[in-house]
């Protein structure tokens, strides 16, 4: 076994594919009155109409332990109109909070809208995300709709994570333990083989919870390709969501199937950031922007509740279905901070959920309740594991490093400086090298974290930032592709909401926010090392695979030439941190100076 950082998988053909769903769609469904849902007797029903429990979560992106600073705090709105910030989050109280819920319901079931995995903590990330599937197996997760950082190392591993089998590279990582994958269904219904059309897992599972009939269905953005690295969705195809929704919730209802509840990755942006905010405060729906409004708008009235998330936002929101119908859309923000409730009922003749029934809250997973002790011995176990790497001491900072910041960030010009040292070992001709922000996962931060003391960057901080398993790869771009790189910034699919690129030392450009699309990036201002582009000279551009592949809405990127792949980002990164400081003269933050803006 070896326990060096995980690596992207390679694609490969969908062989298999059609196998895997050749059962039918009620793969993982059937009879599912499973133990650990205590409930009392009797309880749950009435006249003409049970009682039905849905706990949901979204984007648990596999924080097992309690995530850091703001990425571990809620905030809450006060009667008063003040704001209460709680620290929330860590899979030991998640599974306090889950388990408390259900007591006292007879059916109850625990389902997830994506990104349980991906762009993890190294707890979770260096083992390939098995520490995270583990959990959900105990926890009790029914189903999971899959999300696009699903996506990140491949689709070969996210079925991996479905069927379970040891690493193809690393192998099995406890001796006489073989990971057995997910006890729970990842419906990818929108994710399709181009040649053949049939999903690459299950579209839809159906649970019978003591007699109730509940259909699930799981989609994932159509816009997954734009966001996770091409070589991971080669030869998949992401379908319309509502589209796809409409289709299976038909096909549901042919097989008797009356409730049912979509699992969608993609989401909206509430009003407010408080957890407990109503969104219906001004009128059903008045709370929430974004994707998820039209979507929900187009889904059929016949689904009864949209489960959602990849924003990271708190919200239960009624938006009406395409029949002025009140529905309600969920999302319980990200990292098991939070779960979400929905109570309803059931009328038993017709086996269809009381749609007026449905009630919905957003709870916190707070900090001060008791830990599962079963949790406490899984992080324990696999911390044991990944000790030996994740101290390791790989550089000393001066102060925070933070990745936040107007446009250009002092930890992406740290990124892009390490990507391009890196790059001229294989290439001594390699000249800039652009680093994708939403590759940043959090700051470099002096306080320790740990025993290693203020200053010290370990390993497991430096796979925080940068967990994703992308290769630096070297490129050719003429001079003009160059500027339009730069260009696709702030155009196009980025006119709206903008990604600036992290750029290496020597390269200089001026960002002009008076002005709208392309022309915001002045052109003849873009300079290396003091000296105008050649629109028609050749440069040689280091970058990550995800980045070569024209992903977040740089298809220039994937039209370079005379490609090389390189290695480990992570490791340039760390070996970048290594070279550049010392206990005694640790590395100070970058000025982050080479985008000159007008405002």
């Not at 009790?140 to 089998?165: C, I, P, S, Y």
């Not at 977040?552 to 760390?574: C, E, H, R, W």
Request: hydrophobic letters at 35%; one cysteine or more; charged letters at 20%.
């Amino acid at each position: 076994m070896s326990l060096t950082r995980r690596i992207s998988v390679a694609a490969v053909g969908l062989v298999a594919v059609g196998a895997l769903v050749a059962a039918g769609p009620a793969q993982h469904g059937g009879g599912h009155d499973r133990p650990g849902h205590p409930g009392k007797p009797g309880h749950g029903q009435s006249g003409n109409t049970v009682d039905l429990q849905l706990l949901t979560i979204n984007d648990f992106h596999g924080n097992l332990e309690p995530p850091a600073g703001s990425s571990g705090r809620v905030t809450e709105q006060q009667a008063d109109g003040t704001v209460k910030t709680i620290d929330a989050g860590g899979v030991e109280y998640l599974a306090t909070s889950l388990r408390n819920a259900r007591k006292g319901h007879d059916r109850s079931l625990t389902v997830a809208a994506g990104d349980l995995v991906g762009a993890s903590p190294l707890l979770s990330g260096l083992f390939h995300d098995e520490p995270t599937v583990e959990a959900m197996n105990k926890i009790g997760l029914d189903v999971t709709g899959v999300g696009n950082h699903e996506f990140d190392e491949g689709k070969d591993e996210l079925l991996r994570l479905q069927n379970g089998g040891c690493h193809p590279v690393e192998g099995c990582y406890e001796k006489g333990k073989k990971f057995k994958g997910a006890d729970y269904p990842i419906l990818s219904a929108n994710v399709v083989n181009e040649k053949t059309g049939r999903p690459l897992l299950a579209p839809y599972t159906i649970k019978n919870v003591k007699g109730v009939r509940v259909g699930f269905i799981g989609v994932t953005l159509k816009g997954t390709p734009n966001i996770v690295t091409a070589s991971g969705v080669k030869g998949l195809k992401f379908l319309d969501e509502a589209e796809t929704v409409n289709k299976y919730t038909a096909e549901l209802r042919k097989r008797g199937v009356k409730s049912v509840v979509a699992l969608i990755h993609e989401g909206g942006f509430p009003v407010s950031g408080s957890y407990n905010y109503d969104c219906d405060s001004g009128g059903p729906g008045t709370g929430i922007s974004g994707p998820i409004v039209d979507i929900a708008k187009k889904i059929s009235p016949d689904v009864d509740a949209l489960v959602t998330g990849h924003t990271h936002n708190a919200y239960v929101c009624t938006i009406p279905d395409p029949a002025g119908k009140p529905r309600l859309v969920t999302s319980a923000s990200s990292f098991g901070r939070l779960y979400t409730e929905l109570d309803m009922k059931v009328d038993k003749r017709t086996g269809d959920i009381v749609r007026t029934s449905v009630k919905g809250s957003n709870h916190v997973v707070d900090r001060v309740q008791p830990k599962a002790a079963d949790m406490t011995s899984l992080i324990t176990r696999w911390n044991a594991l990944a000790a030996p790497i994740a101290n390791r001491t790989v550089g000393w900072i001066s102060g925070d490093i933070a990745r936040t910041g107007t446009n250009e960030t002092p930890l992406g010009d740290l990124i892009a400086d390490a990507q391009l040292e890196y790059a001229k070992t294989l290439d001594p001709t390699t000249q800039i090298a652009f680093m994708n922000p939403g590759g940043i996962r959090t700051d470099l931060v002096y306080a320790a974290s740990g025993n290693e003391g203020d200053g010290v960057v370990t390993y497991a901080e430096g796979f925080a930032v940068q967990p994703f398993s992308n290769t630096v790869n070297l490129e050719t771009l003429t001079g003009a592709q160059l500027v339009t790189a730069l260009q696709q910034q702030v155009s196009g699919p980025n006119e709206a909401a903008t990604k600036i690129l992290q750029i290496s030392a020597g390269l200089t450009y001026t960002l002009d926010l008076t002005k709208s699309g392309a022309a915001r990036v002045v052109a003849d201002s873009v300079k290396l090392n003091g000296a105008p582009i050649d629109p028609a000279a050749s440069y040689r551009v280091a970058m990550n695979n995800f980045l070569t592949g024209g992903g977040d809405g740089f298809p220039v990127l994937a039209q370079g030439t005379s490609l090389l792949i390189g290695g480990d980002d992570l490791a340039a990164f760390a070996t970048y941190l290594t070279a550049h400081s010392t206990a005694a003269a640790p590395l100070a933050p970058p000025a982050a100076d080479r985008v000159t803006v007008i405002k």
